[in-house]
């Protein structure tokens, strides 16, 4: 790409001034088209038409609201939650970005937490959602009124008034997707949004043709920044698809930016995984993803391995081996940092593991090797771009904070325009994370404003070698999975409700350094008494599988008091993790899903079983058979009384599930089918006695978007 500085754009002030100017350059254009099952146009938007509706609607929304207040987004994925922003934005309120309330137990103790932390009079939702808000507002007995997005009267546009508001002005709450318990809102301003994007246009170079696809959830970072505001920014085109659309079928996904000849679409390194695992060969022969330039990939860890599988797979689809850029960001830095220039390829770097885990970088170069026992020594890691002008990224000591030299790991330091003000009404962590000094600037890039205050800690270990960033592991104890960002304490306190013998604050939830999701318990002496630890650990994966979605990959039940803590009882996470990789702690019981794949490989089934429409006893032996293969164990291991819950799977493996059954019974299955009948015994009676819908049917992919588990949890 080769330019160093930021795009000539106007100068806005605020996100009105930026919509506006695209009113005034390309007013007809169609800016959003919604592709509700996958494939089909279920609507559009032009920018004139989103002027217009958000104006019409800001004019409603201050007969019952004041300059400053917020307002939560309650609904999914589509137009309406974007002219609700915007609606939003020229009321002068400040947006709260989040999703349509589904079942209780998953997510309206945390959507009242957010409710509650951002003091919203305001809960903007769409017209199939107003019944299940309102159930939720009246449930918590909140004081917020509703407002239904798509029932404003145009005709009141024309009474709208420029609102005060300026660049330091708020423009929207993110709420990242983490602790129920105290949740924090990233405060982006108007002005930290429009550096944000115009970077973010500037390093994908993006124009005004560049389309581009996103099937990202709205209330994430990634799918509101990167998908709505980068490419309004650019004044381009957007297709729009639905989170549980494309985690059923990755397919559509490709064959959307296949059919619209995206430029720029992506998502977290697991999406990538899945396509390779679930497009077939049969349906690459219609994909040509020979315009795809920019396939963003971040926020979660990024593996060298999933870069080179997914090149490989759809090379025959015409994909360069240059579109594949890992990214870094964060919500507090509106999104974006840093990428990889359009025009060149992703790096990676060989590097031995010991030593990276003391902090420091020693290269290898294995290209030719044979040496297992070498390689097993190395690990890979791939930079998340290449460092720009605009942000200035060090690498930190975080207890001296002196800039390290580029041979050290250090947590990342960030600071620039698009650095956030800092958290919603948090000003202990806000002096702790936001505004710090380094004791030496390298200013290792080029000038950047005055004006952008101090640096912004963002708790991620990484390095910078030749003027690339390479992320390495997390300072922060946060557990990353599919994208979602989740607390160890919440999950911990989970887990020490479920059985009495299971000791308070004497847990440690951590990723291995391969990214498994390991839980360490310690029981207390009664616990020790009654021995009942293989249900003790089932019971375990149930409610972490049921309330997080997730999948623990191993349970270790430890002796009372040998969970590593500080001296003032603070839980070593990390200490426990490298006690956990060497084998060192005082295990009474553990269960590993690896270890039970070992232990019963040869009981397991490779030939698939007839699956028979309308029989139950046939049904529910292709699911269990289908588990077993998906979590690598035996299919007597998988019991049709168990929840499905608590087998092991996570939200994505559900939503796949579903789609192979509604696809294989020709059958009109809602994604919440996985909790109304929990158990594979109880789905497949169900399914055995659901008739059969027509072709004309089916081919709309069996989704509704207002039932989907997976909106508001990737």
């Known amino acids: 790409m080769g330019q160093d500085y930021l795009i000539d754009t106007p100068s806005y002030s605020n996100l009105i001034e930026l919509l506006e100017h695209q009113v005034a350059s390309n007013g007809n254009k169609t800016c959003f088209t919604l ?3 996958g494939s089909d146009v279920a609507e559009t938007i032009s920018y004139a038409e989103l002027s217009t509706r958000a104006r019409a609607m800001a004019v409603e929304l201050r007969a019952f609201s004041d300059p400053g207040d917020r307002a939560m987004l309650l609904m999914p994925n589509g137009i309406d939650y974007i002219v609700g922003f915007f609606g939003c934005i020229y009321a002068g309120l400040i947006a709260v970005t989040a999703y349509a309330p589904q079942q209780r137990r998953r997510d309206w103790g945390r959507l009242s937490s957010i409710l509650k932390d951002s003091d919203a009079s305001l809960a903007l939702c769409s017209a199939e959602h107003q019944d299940q808000v309102k159930a939720w507002l009246e449930e918590g007995d909140q004081n917020c009124q509703q407002f239904v997005v798509g029932e404003e009267k145009i005709t009141s546009a024309e009474q709208w008034v420029m609102p005060n508001i300026h660049a330091e002005s708020v423009a929207y709450l993110q709420y990242s997707s983490g602790s129920t318990g105290s949740p924090k809102g990233v405060m982006l301003g108007h002005g930290n949004l429009i550096h944000n994007t115009a970077l973010i246009v500037q390093e994908f170079s993006m124009t005004e043709t560049t389309n581009v696809v996103t099937w990202l959830p709205m209330y994430h970072d990634m799918g509101f920044v990167g998908g709505v505001l980068a ?7 957007v297709w729009l698809l639905l989170p549980p659309v494309v985690l059923q079928a990755p397919f559509l996904w490709l064959k959307a930016i296949s059919d619209y000849k995206a430029v720029v679409s992506g998502g977290p390194n697991f999406i990538y995984e899945h396509c390779v695992a679930r497009v077939s060969e049969e349906q690459k022969q219609v994909l040509d993803l020979s315009h795809w330039r920019f396939a963003a990939n971040g926020a979660e860890p990024i593996h060298t391995a999933t870069l080179e599988k997914f090149n490989q797979a759809f090379a025959e689809c015409g994909l360069s081996e240059n579109t594949l850029k890992p990214c870094y960001g964060m919500a507090e830095t509106c999104l974006f940092v840093t990428t990889t220039a359009s025009d060149q390829p992703s790096r990676s770097v060989q590097l031995d593991k ?19 026992a070498l390689l097993d020594e190395l690990v890979a890691v791939p930079s998340s771009g290449r460092l720009n002008d605009q942000m200035s990224v060090c690498i930190v000591d975080p207890e001296t904070k002196q800039v390290l030299a580029d041979d050290r790991v250090g947590e990342i330091w960030i600071r620039g325009g698009s650095v ?8 202990e962590v806000n002096a702790e994370v936001f505004n710090n000094e380094v004791l030496c600037d390298p200013q290792t890039t080029k000038d950047v404003a005055d004006n952008n205050g101090g640096y912004l800690r963002s708790g991620d270990l990484g390095f910078i070698l030749d003027g690339w960033l390479y992320v390495s592991g997390r300072a922060k104890e946060v557990v990353i999975v ?11 306190a989970s887990v020490q409700a479920v059985d009495e013998g299971l000791a308070p604050h004497g847990g440690a939830v951590f990723q291995t350094t391969d990214n498994q999701v390991v839980l360490v318990q310690e029981v207390t002496r009664q616990g020790m008494r009654s021995k009942n630890y293989e249900e003790t650990i089932l019971s375990i994966r149930q409610a972490v599988a049921e309330e997080y ?11 009372p008091v040998s969970l590593a803590k500080t001296t003032s009882g603070k839980i070593q996470r990390l200490k426990n993790r490298d006690l956990y990789e060497q084998g060192a702690l005082n295990a009474v019981a553990q269960w590993r899903k690896d270890g039970e794949a070992e232990n019963t490989h040869k009981e397991k089934v490779s030939d698939e079983p007839e699956l028979k429409s309308g029989d139950a006893e046939s049904i529910s032996h292709w699911m269990c058979y289908w588990i077993a293969q998906r979590l690598q164990v035996a299919i007597d291991d998988v019991s049709p009384e168990q929840k499905l819950a608590g087998t092991g799977l996570d939200s994505v493996d559900s939503m796949t599930l579903t789609h192979e059954l509604s696809q294989r019974l020709n059958l009109d299955l809602s994604a919440e089918l996985i909790w109304q009948y929990p158990t594979t015994k109880a789905l497949a009676a169900y399914l055995a006695s659901t008739p059969v819908i027509s072709k004309t049917q089916e081919v709309d992919l069996d989704v509704n978007e207002d039932e989907c588990l997976l909106e508001g949890e990737i």
């Open 354 to 372: 010991a030593e990276l885990q003391k902090g420091k970088l020693v290269r290898a170069n294995v290209t030719h090797s044979n040496d297992d």
């Open 420 to 427: 956030a003000q800092g958290y919603w009404n948090k000003p």
């Open 482 to 492: 599919n994208g979602r960002n989740l607390y160890p304490q919440d999950i911990e």
């Open 549 to 559: 979605e997730i999948s623990l990959s191993a349970v270790v039940l430890i002796k």
């Open 35 to 37: 592709l509700a099952n």
């Open 231 to 237: 490419p309004i920014c650019a004044g381009t085109s």
